[in-house]
């Protein structure tokens, strides 16, 4: 038995993976491929209208929102929010808690003014920055919600007027949020949504068409709005398996009941982290991500033992990032508990292989 405690890209529920293997043989009794059945049939407007409903279902999307799938992933997210959203002239404030925020900077830079408000860089980004002043002539504040390396995740989002954008790559269906707070939410769907391909954009519509620019027509939120989200060949896969997968979390009984599995899981990893003499956590306590769990060994020399033990009971993919190092568990919203005793198991088989 494997237990997938990589980050990426997409980890699902084995059941999703059969129906969506089955899918690739024979879609719906249509006796096609869902790889190759025209995206403009009646048979795929309907998976894509579907997927649409569901995100807007699961996330209570209010009113007055759009919701579309995208390609080009997060990274063109970054070039596409300032694109859209920050007027010529005009200025944008950010908080950079990781490598991903940094990244979104420096293509928002590219469209006007950047203030960073706030950024944790000096300790590795182990923390959320806290007590910090949102410009009020920003067009928009841009966070990340789950910092994928670093193992931080932001509990409290601002209260301001300012528009909030979001990426909530790693964490989005995880937990629930209130959606008016922000004004635009994007992710890439390979972490709790779908496979890697498609990306989730929610968008307040009033928000749009300010920025004075011309937009060309593929980076422009309004056209694939228009163009309910198949503008031009959408991702039919990836939003085929994103369907099915949401399917399954809806079935679960929804955001609030994955988020209580998920606060169980992550509460019994770091407790063991906290606990065992061999390991300690590398994220403030106050902002440990429920989604991305780091932790390094207290002697490094160890480490390789460790992970070769982890292995050996199924857990794969703890290694950390290479801009961090240590170990990394990724537990998303299809890792079952049993992934987590496993992986608590090796650490109380290692504490006692030591003594
Ligand atoms: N933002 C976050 C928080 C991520 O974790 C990632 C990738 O892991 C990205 C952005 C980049 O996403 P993509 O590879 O879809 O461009």
Redesign the pocket.
């Known amino acids: 038995m494997k237990h997938n405690f990589g980050?990426?890209p997409c980890i699902l529920p084995q059941e999703v993976f059969k129906e969506a293997s089955e899918a690739v043989l024979n879609f719906n009794n249509t006796g096609l491929s869902i790889l190759e059945i025209s995206h403009r049939s009646k048979e795929f407007i309907a998976v894509c209208e579907e997927a649409i409903q569901l995100v807007r279902e699961l996330m209570n999307v209010p009113e007055g929102y759009s919701v579309i799938f995208l390609q080009g992933?997060?990274?063109l997210q970054f070039l596409m929010t300032a694109m859209n959203l920050l007027p010529e002239g005009g200025k944008a404030a950010y908080l950079e808690t990781g490598v991903?925020a940094k990244k979104a900077i420096k293509e928002a830079k590219n469209f006007g003014e950047v203030e960073l408000v706030a950024s944790s860089k000096d300790a590795n980004f182990n923390f959320i920055p806290k007590g910090y002043t949102i410009p009020q002539d920003a067009a928009y504040f841009h966070v990340?919600s789950?910092?994928?390396i670093y193992g931080t995740e932001m509990f409290d989002f601002p209260k301001t007027n300012v528009p909030l954008v979001c990426?909530m790559?790693?964490d989005i269906m995880s937990r629930e949020i209130n959606v008016a707070d922000f004004g635009l939410i994007y992710a890439?769907a390979?972490k709790n949504i779908g496979p890697?391909g498609a990306?989730v954009v929610i968008i307040k519509d009033e928000l749009l068409g300010k920025t004075g620019r011309t937009i060309p027509s593929m980076l422009d939120y309004q056209v694939h709005i228009e163009g309910e989200s198949m503008f031009n060949t959408p991702p039919v896969f990836s939003i085929y398996v994103a369907m099915l997968n949401l399917r399954w979390l809806k079935a679960k009984g929804g955001v609030a009941v994955i988020e209580k599995e998920n606060t169980a899981k992550a509460e019994a990893l770091y407790a063991e982290i906290d606990r065992n003499p061999f390991f300690k956590g590398t994220a403030a306590k106050e902002d440990r991500s429920r989604m991305n769990v780091t932790f390094v060994m207290e002697n490094p020399e160890l480490e390789k033992e460790f992970l070769k033990l982890a292995e050996s009971k199924g857990c794969i993919g703890i290694k950390g990032h290479r801009s961090v190092g240590g170990f990394r568990a990724s537990i998303y919203n299809a890792l079952p508990i049993d992934g987590i005793n496993a992986l608590v198991e090796a650490m109380q088989e290692f504490e006692k292989s030591q003594k």
């Open positions: 980050a990426g992933g997060a990274s991903w990340t789950n910092n994928t990426d790559s790693s890439g390979q890697a990306t």
